[in-house]
C-alpha cells in the first residue's frame, strides 16, 4: 500500500525567493560559468554521505542541517567578498536556499542558490563527481505499508502522562506489556496492552512524596490497578492525512480504550516513519478526559469544596511506540 508524500515548496517558496538578497542561478548559467574558470566556491548543503555519493564537480560540503554549518562556511570562505552558488536536492527542498540565508546573515556580498539542485543539474545533462555517481537516490516521499504483523519492541516503546492542578504538575511513565501491529491488504489494525502496574513517577523522583503519589494513582480514587492491573487499546482505523509528511501527523487514529474496566474510543494524530532494521516508530501527543473511564477523583464535575484537592480532568498523553520489522522483509515504511 502506497501514499504519496506531500511535495514541499510551491508558490510560497517562490515569493520567498523575491524576498532575498540573494541571486537565483540556473544549471545553464552555473555550467557555464565552471567551464569559463570563474572564480566561484560551490558548496553542497547535503548531509556528508549524500555529498561523498555524487556532487557538482569541485564542490565542497557544508550540510545545512548542522549547527556547525556557519562555521564551516567561514572555514572555506575567509573574503566576504568571493563569490559563493549552494545547492541542495531539488525544487522540492529548501536546503539551498536556507544556506543562502544564512550565509548572507555572516555578512557574505556575492551570495548565488542554484534553482532545482541536483536534480536540476542532472535534468540538465551535466557530469557529477563521487564515488556512487551512476546510484541515485531518490528521497522518499512516500508511506509504503508492507502486509503483515509487526510485534512492539516493549522495551524501546513508553507512554509518558502529565496530570496538572491549579498549583502544579506531576508526571511520569507507563510501560507496554505486549502489542502488536497487523497490516492486511492496506488496513492497519492492532492492540497494545498496558501495564498499570508500571506506572511511575518523573518530577518526584526521590521525593519522601514520590511513593505517596504513586500509592494515590494506584489507589481506586485514580486507575484502581489492584483490581485493573491492566490497560488496553486496540486500533479501530488508522487512515493517512492528506499530504502526508515524515515530520508532522500522518495519519488519523480510531480506536478503543479500556481502562478501569470502561471502554471509550479516543481519536488521535500519530507521526509513523520507518526504521532502519525494517521497524517503524509512531508518536503521538494528545489529551485524554479521564473521567470518561470513571477517573472522577478531584474533578469539580463531580465534586464539590474540592479545595487543594483539585484536579484537572485532562491528562496529556506523549506516546512513542516501536515495532520491530518482520523476518524477511528488509525494510517497512508506514
Same mark, same amino acid.
Given at each position: ?16 525567493e523575491?524576498a ?7 544549471p ?5 560559468r ?12 547535503l548531509?556528508?554521505?549524500q ?5 557538482? +564537480?569541485g ?7 548542522e549547527?556547525t ?9 575567509a573574503?566576504?567578498? *568571493? ?11 529548501? /536546503?539551498?536556499?536556507?544556506a543562502a ?15 532545482g539542485?541536483?536534480?536540476?543539474? *542532472? ?5 557529477f ?8 537516490e531518490i ?13 512492539v519492541n ?25 502489542g502488536?501491529?497487523?497490516v ?9 496492552e498496558?501495564?498499570m ?5 518523573t518530577?518526584?523522583?526521590g /521525593?519522601?512524596?514520590e ?5 494515590? $494513582?494506584?489507589?481506586d ?7 485493573? +492491573? ?45 526504521l ?10 494528545? /489529551?485524554?478526559?479521564?473521567?470518561r ?6 474533578s ?5 469544596h474540592l ?6 480532568d $485532562?491528562?496529556?498523553? *506523549?506516546?512513542?511506540?516501536?515495532v520491530?520489522?518482520?523476518e524477511?522483509?528488509?525494510?517497512v515504511?508506514?
Amino acid at each position: 500500500m502506497v501514499y504519496r508524500g506531500k511535495q514541499h515548496g510551491g508558490n510560497g517558496r517562490l515569493n520567498m525567493e523575491k524576498a532575498k538578497n540573494y541571486v537565483i542561478t540556473t544549471p545553464e548559467e552555473l555550467h557555464e560559468r565552471i567551464r569559463g574558470g570563474s572564480n566561484i566556491i560551490l558548496i553542497d548543503t547535503l548531509p556528508g554521505e549524500q555529498f561523498d555519493k555524487r556532487h557538482l +564537480p569541485g564542490a565542497r560540503n557544508a550540510c545545512v542541517f548542522e549547527v556547525t554549518f556557519p562555521d564551516r562556511v567561514k572555514e572555506m570562505v575567509a573574503d566576504k567578498n *568571493q563569490e559563493i552558488v549552494l545547492y541542495g536536492s531539488s525544487e522540492k527542498s529548501m /536546503d539551498a536556499f536556507t544556506a543562502a540565508e544564512k550565509v548572507l546573515r555572516l555578512g557574505y556580498q556575492k551570495v548565488y542558490a542554484l534553482k532545482g539542485g541536483i536534480a536540476a543539474w *542532472q535534468e540538465a545533462g551535466y557530469p557529477f563527481e563521487g564515488v556512487h555517481v551512476q546510484e541515485v537516490e531518490i528521497p522518499e516521499d512516500r508511506l509504503r505499508i508492507e502486509d503483515g504483523t509487526y510485534k512492539v519492541n516493549t522495551d524501546e516503546s513508553i507512554i509518558e502522562w502529565t496530570g496538572r492542578n491549579p498549583n502544579t504538575k506531576h508526571y511520569g511513565t507507563l510501560r507496554l506489556s505486549k502489542g502488536e501491529i497487523t497490516v492486511k491488504e492496506g488496513i492497519i489494525g492492532g492492540s497494545f496492552e498496558i501495564d498499570m502496574e508500571s506506572i511511575k513517577n518523573t518530577d518526584l523522583e526521590g /521525593d519522601e512524596l514520590e511513593p505517596v503519589l504513586i500509592s494515590h $494513582l494506584k489507589s481506586d480514587d485514580f486507575f484502581f490497578v489492584k483490581i485493573f +492491573p491492566k490497560a488496553s487499546f486496540k486500533i479501530k482505523t488508522a487512515t493517512p492525512v492528506k499530504e502526508p509528511s515524515f515530520s508532522a501527523p500522518n495519519f488519523k487514529v480510531k480506536g478503543t480504550l479500556e481502562l478501569r474496566g470502561i471502554k471509550k474510543g479516543i481519536t488521535f494524530p500519530a507521526t509513523v516513519n520507518s526504521l532502519p532494521d525494517g521497524g517503524a516508530t509512531v508518536e503521538a501527543h494528545f /489529551d485524554v478526559d479521564r473521567t470518561r473511564w470513571g477517573v472522577i477523583y478531584g474533578s469539580s464535575r463531580f465534586f464539590e469544596h474540592l479545595g487543594m484537592h483539585l484536579v484537572f480532568d $485532562l491528562i496529556s498523553i *506523549q506516546l512513542r511506540i516501536v515495532v520491530k520489522g518482520r523476518e524477511g522483509v528488509k525494510k517497512v515504511t508506514l
